[in-house]
């Protein structure tokens, strides 16, 4: 089955969470996802808060900008998460938005080396393991947590284009890709995973991956998700977002699902006028259409 999430935009007050988490939870939405945005929320105190306001629902976060990390924090934090909240953290790791990494001073010469040295770390972490590397970036001497997780405890990974999403298969537990990706880009993004977990020998057990879809619904609909594919750059993009009612939405989510996505995760506009009515939407509407 399909698993079908929303997210909680990081354009929202901090002090907005909890009421959206209280619907999430009742109208029986199976995820909620927050952003690291800079210079917006923090990833894992929202996520915190949200698991904590909450019984079932799972959170996700996706994503937090490994420049800004060290991997020992990450891991820590991240198994915190897994412990206190068994089964219900889900936690994706990027090399972040370049521009804001270099207005904070955590810009590296390459990312992507940086992101594969954090993802090996911070996966045996979790596991574990003591570690001991001297990478470019990445640099621990016989670290190991005194509390890691006890039970799943996978690390996804933002990936877009081809060097990252053939890094995700080498080197995570699943990928995320972003509301800018449409079918045709998630069937290429299977097909660049499938051959970094080829390189890598990991061709046995699952790998998810997590697609976002811009949505919109109600009044102004197609209006708005025109006005924010423009400001994106997007709007030359073919069957990018969707616009309207619940079929609508699940025709949409179940294109992704074909092209390879395990999980959909439906994003609002950034002027979505009513981000707790979206949530209900997408659990007592759209949830019921999706098989």
């Not at 506009?269 to 259409?289: K, W, Y």
């Amino acid at each position: 089955m399909t698993t079908l999430g929303a997210v909680f935009r990081p354009q929202l007050a901090p002090e907005r969470l909890r009421s959206v988490c209280e619907v999430a939870e009742n109208a029986g939405l199976e995820e909620l996802w927050l952003w690291e945005d800079c210079f917006r929320e923090g990833g894992i105190s929202t996520a915190a808060a949200a698991l904590a306001w909450t019984e079932r629902l799972r959170v996700g976060v996706g994503l937090l900008p490994v420049p800004l990390r060290n991997v020992a924090i990450t891991a820590m934090e991240a198994a915190s998460l897994h412990r206190m909240f068994p089964g219900r953290a889900i936690l994706g790791v990027g090399h972040g938005v370049q521009d804001w990494m270099g207005q904070v001073g955590a810009r590296v010469e390459s990312p992507v080396t940086l992101l594969r040295e954090h993802l090996l770390a911070l996966r045996a972490l979790l596991g574990g393991e003591r570690v001991t590397v001297d990478g470019r970036y990445v640099k621990l001497d016989d670290v190991a947590l005194d509390w890691p997780p006890q039970g799943p405890h996978g690390v996804l990974a933002g990936a877009t284009g081809p060097r990252s999403l053939r890094l995700s298969g080498e080197a995570a537990d699943g990928t995320i890709l972003t509301a800018s990706t449409n079918a045709e880009g998630v069937r290429k993004a299977r097909q660049l995973v499938a051959e970094g977990r080829a390189a890598a020998g990991r061709e046995d057990g699952p790998h998810p991956v997590v697609a976002y879809l811009l949505t919109a619904t109600g009044h102004d609909a197609a209006a708005r998700l025109r006005a924010e594919l423009a400001d994106e750059g997007l709007e030359a993009v073919p069957d990018l977002g969707v616009a309207g009612d619940a079929g609508a939405v699940a025709k949409a989510v179940e294109r992704l699902v074909e092209a390879g996505a395990d999980s959909v995760v439906l994003q609002p506009t950034a002027d979505e006028p009513d981000p707790e009515g979206f949530v209900r939407f997408a659990a007592e509407e759209v949830r019921p259409l999706v098989p």
